[in-house]
């Protein structure tokens, strides 16, 4: 493995070596102390509304279970038997009563529990079931949204996460009349031959659209009128912000119409009536918070981006090989109509046939391909630099188009790659 | 073979070689004015009111598709993938309102950058007779693959 010195110098702060994305050893080393050693993403709890609802999951190279439990607790088990270390566990998703190894036949309650060993008469008295449950990541949550680590010396996730951080997940949640979100929805599952850091980049970066989604905004445009270019130029009102420990938002509010952030497209009628039960239930000043929030996409370090009414997990696979899966969200609460538009204003542009992220993917593929080119090795994050403001609450913030969420994410991924190794 | 079904399996094929030839406009002219062209996500039998679906566009979407396509500026389909696709196992029944039904299945080969790729699913394409021509009144596409990971499939399906 590569010294945490030799990588740690290759993040400037306004430059980045290209072997960040290329190098075997720096990948491996990533898993090791990015994804598992620390917080990441594993699900929304909307995902597995009923006990025994469950998916496959990961931290890192290691499978996990994220699971509701009988008592309603949502778990993330780690999926090996504690016999011989089968997956216990082998399908994406789906509703179990319990997990039962298909080698030998233990049997697992859905909190992780031992619960029947077969012909247990040939193990010895001080054989005790109650120590061989399934082992549990540690596991906490912020309105739905879960995540875990295998670190039990890690700060708490609300350390992990900050204030600005969680207020953003509020801001998302509460777009339910009732606070709640479902996910329940699917899935789009994406693959992409590309380093998993691109899609991080990409996905909070506001340079890049009127570019690489040209085509898509050339459609609105013919459709409506409307000129969505205005967003990504460097004259747009919109703003984005380095919320502290790699996170990071936008803010197109002074530019997208009030409601935009519920991304329905339901009659005016139906948004009217959705709109009158959120201000029933949190009040018209919360509600005018939400609502008049517009179009933010929020990146959560490592391996979790919310952008439009989906969010997204990242999954390295190999230094050139990236799986993505995009969660849709639907509001507990909302007229169906209301979801309903969600569901389909996503499917335009995203997914592998949509009119939008596929141009992403491609990007990324040539991405790794201009990577390999080495006589000058280093890519410019220097966009904005100079011209990037603290705030007073303790976040930064520049234009749409700067690279000040680049910057931030690999300040955080040098400090992290660069603490000491536990022996 | 009755003569509906070898005018079905004729029509099939066109829409198929339309397709494969990355012929956007041609390829529209074959969808009636009211139209559904669905590729449903995850699974065969969800819900598209309380799913989401690969593609789920009426005629305003496929015109935006193919518009996109066509426009120049497509990056995921410049250079367009090479395509070959087989439709057989093709079963046709009159159904309601005077619509034919037809049932099929796909194996289409796509190759692009240096890597080949299959696809392979059942179609079913629901289609109203005119004159001795049909219109695609609703084409769903069931992927083999439709909960795995994919990349590109921004060709015609």
Redesign the interface.
């Known amino acids: 493995m590569a010294s945490a010195a030799d990588i740690s110098g290759l993040v400037e702060p306004e430059r980045v070596h290209g072997s960040v994305y290329l190098d075997d050893e720096i990948f491996e080393a990533e898993l090791d102390r990015i994804f598992e050693r620390h917080w990441v993403f594993i699900g929304h709890a909307g995902e597995i509304p009923e006990p025994g609802d469950y998916r496959q999951r990961w931290i890192g190279r290691q499978p996990v279970i994220f699971v509701r439990d009988q008592q309603g607790e949502v778990r993330v088990l780690m999926n090996r038997c504690m016999h011989r270390a089968n997956a216990v566990c082998h399908q994406?998703r789906g509703n179990a009563k319990g997990f039962t190894c298909p080698y030998h036949g233990w049997r697992y309650r859905l909190d992780g529990a031992l619960a029947a060993v077969p012909y247990a008469d040939r193990y010895p008295e001080q054989f005790d079931r109650r120590e061989l449950g399934l082992r549990k990541a540690r596991s906490e949550g912020h309105r739905g949204f879960i995540f875990a680590t295998l670190n039990l010396d890690d700060v708490s996730l609300a350390e992990h996460l900050g204030a600005h951080v969680m207020a953003e997940l509020d801001d998302i949640a509460d777009l339910s009349p009732e606070g709640e979100l479902l996910a329940?929805?699917?899935?789009?599952?994406?693959?992409?031959?590309g380093n998993w850091k691109l899609q991080v980049e990409n996905v909070i970066d506001g340079y890049h659209a009127n570019f690489?989604h040209?085509?898509?905004y050339?459609?609105v445009k013919?459709?409506t009128g409307f000129d969505m270019t205005e967003l990504g130029t460097s004259a747009s009102p919109a703003t984005v912000s380095d919320l502290g420990n790699g996170h990071c938002s936008w803010d197109s509010s002074a530019l997208l119409a009030r409601g935009t952030r519920s991304f329905s497209q339901a009659g005016a009628d139906v948004q009217q009536a959705y709109e009158k039960s959120l201000v029933a239930a949190h009040g018209q000043e919360r509600v005018d918070q939400v609502l008049g929030k517009g179009g933010t996409h929020l990146y959560i370090w490592p391996n979790f981006s919310y952008v439009g009414a989906h969010f997204r997990i990242f999954q390295p696979i190999a230094p050139a090989e990236t799986?993505v899966q995009l969660v849709?969200l639907?509001l507990k609460g909302a007229p169906?109509e209301v979801?309903?538009s969600r569901?389909?204003m996503?499917?335009?542009f995203y997914?592998?046939?949509?009119?939008g992220q596929?141009?992403d993917?491609?990007?990324f593929?040539r991405n790794q391909i201009g990577l390999a080119a080495s006589l000058a090795p280093w890519s410019l994050l220097t966009r904005g630099a100079h011209l990037e403001q603290r705030r007073n609450d303790g976040t930064v913030t520049g234009q749409i188009t700067d690279e000040l969420p680049n910057r931030a994410i690999f300040r955080k991924w040098a400090e992290v790659m660069a603490e000491p190794v536990p022996a | 073979m009755s003569a509906l079904r070898e005018k079905v399996a004729d029509f099939l094929f066109e829409e198929a070689a339309r397709a494969d030839a990355h012929d956007y406009a041609g390829w529209l002219e074959l969808w009636a004015e009211e139209c559904l062209y669905w590729?449903p996500?995850?699974?065969d039998d969800?819900d598209?009111?309380?799913?989401?679906?690969?593609?789920?566009e009426t005629r305003?979407?496929l015109q935006?598709?193919v518009?996109?396509l066509g426009?120049g500026?497509?990056?995921?389909q410049?250079p367009p993938h090479r395509l070959s696709r087989v439709i057989g196992n093709i079963r046709v029944s009159e159904i309601e309102e005077g619509l034919v039904e037809a049932r099929s299945t796909f194996n289409l080969t796509a190759f692009r950058?240096d890597r080949f790729e299959i696809f392979a699913g059942r179609m079913v394409h629901r289609l109203r007779p005119e004159g001795d021509d049909f219109r695609i009144v609703r084409k769903i596409v069931y992927l083999v693959n439709n909960?795995?990971?994919?990349?590109?499939?921004?060709f015609l399906?």
């Open positions: 994406e329940t929805a699917g899935a789009h599952r994406l693959r992409y031959a690489a040209r085509s898509h050339d459609n013919a459709r799986q849709p639907t169906p979801n309903r569901l389909r996503h499917e335009v997914g592998p046939a949509g009119n596929a141009d993917l491609e990007i593929e | 590729i996500c995850n699974d969800i598209p009111e309380t799913h989401i679906s690969i593609v789920y305003v979407g935006d598709r518009r996109r426009g500026y497509a990056h995921s410049l950058r909960d795995g990971y994919m990349s590109n499939m921004t399906m």
